[in-house]
């Protein structure tokens, strides 16, 4: 019904950048809060950055002053403009969007498969 498809992970040495992206597409009335969590083995799933669909933007404390969250509502992509990357910001990442699809009575969230990011020397 909704799919969300991210792209731009990989491997970057420490101190590098990378920019991910997330393309929601299929049978979408609006998306409201858009976002990026991450998932490092043995550790749970963890809220990156969110923006909603007014600009607003909520980082984790972890990523402030290195991290930018930035969304294209016309295109209903959000992107992850990571820099000053470390060793523990490796992990899964996955973008999150709450939906109003068609058909249906009220806000779902979906997610994407995830991609990988790797911080290492």
């Known amino acids: 019904q909704v799919q969300l498809v991210e792209s731009g992970g990989g491997l970057v040495e420490p101190g590098g950048s990378l920019r991910l992206s997330c393309t929601a597409s299929g049978k979408i009335i609006s998306i409201n809060v858009m976002g990026w969590y991450r998932q490092a083995p043995g550790k749970q799933r963890e809220l990156v950055a969110t923006i909603t669909n007014i600009g607003d933007t909520n980082y984790a404390d972890s990523v402030k002053g290195r991290f930018t969250i930035f969304r294209d509502s016309a295109k209903d992509t959000v992107y992850l403009q990571m820099d000053s990357l470390k060793p523990e910001d490796t992990a899964v990442y996955y973008c999150?969007?709450?939906?109003?699809?068609?058909?249906?009575?009220?806000?779902?969230?979906?997610w994407g498969q995830g991609t990988q990011v790797t911080v290492s020397s």
């Open positions: 999150n969007a709450r939906v109003w699809a068609l058909g249906r009575d009220r806000w779902e969230d979906f």
